[in-house]
């Protein structure tokens, strides 16, 4: 890798374990020189026809196309430079506000609103939440995911360097020294091209201060 390390993060803004995962990489651009790059997935495009899932779950996935499809639309008008501020914005109200596990079709579209206005992105990209005019932009965002991963992942995917994977899974967000530390056994584990997969159960939920 070279002396600037590239990062490529798959964000789905519903999802709290990518939003601690993505203030990581937040606080890992204060201590190393990394360039990042911010790319939308769907949980609901990864779950679309899941008949087994449960119901409540099922209407979550309903409510996520909104921000997704607004993240994709964005991404094809502004360009994916400003998706960072608006991921920050919307993540912040999403989870640190409280506000995630919407389960109605509109359920994020004050939301969507008020992080666009924020961060001065045209009121109008609001029209792509309900509509399916970049579901196109949205899959082949998706897809670049998956292709990079592998199947049976979900959100967030991280690519470091040439290698991608799902995770890192942190229920807290490390900060400083730390969170650059913790960065460098990242890239240590992904230059090694045999390494695959660390698991462990999970035993606390995310907290985001």
Aim: proline content about 5%.
């Amino acid at each position: 890798m070279t002396s600037r390390d590239t990062v490529t993060f798959w964000f789905d803004v519903s999802c709290p374990f990518c939003w601690i995962t993505s203030r990581w990489i937040k606080e890992v651009e204060k201590v190393r020189d990394i360039d990042v790059t911010w790319k939308p997935m769907s949980l609901s495009v990864l779950n679309e026809g899941r008949d087994e899932l449960p119901e409540d779950y099922k209407r979550m996935m309903v409510a996520n196309w909104g921000p997704a499809r607004v993240f994709a639309a964005v991404a094809a008008e502004d360009g994916e430079d400003v998706l960072d501020a608006l991921y920050t914005e919307m993540g912040t109200r999403i989870h640190d506000g409280g506000q995630g596990g919407k389960d109605t079709a509109d359920g994020y579209d004050d939301i969507i609103r008020e992080s666009l206005a924020a961060v001065g992105l045209p009121a109008e990209r609001f029209d792509a939440a309900h509509s399916d005019r970049y579901d196109a932009k949205l899959r082949e965002y998706h897809a670049g995911a998956m292709d990079a991963v592998g199947d049976d992942v979900g959100t967030p995917v991280v690519k470091l360097g040439d290698t991608a994977f799902f995770g890192p899974v942190l229920t807290r967000i490390p900060r400083g020294e730390e969170a650059g530390t913790i960065f460098d056994g990242a890239i240590a584990l992904a230059g090694y091209p045999h390494f695959f997969e660390l698991k462990r159960s999970r035993t606390e939920s995310p907290e985001f201060d």
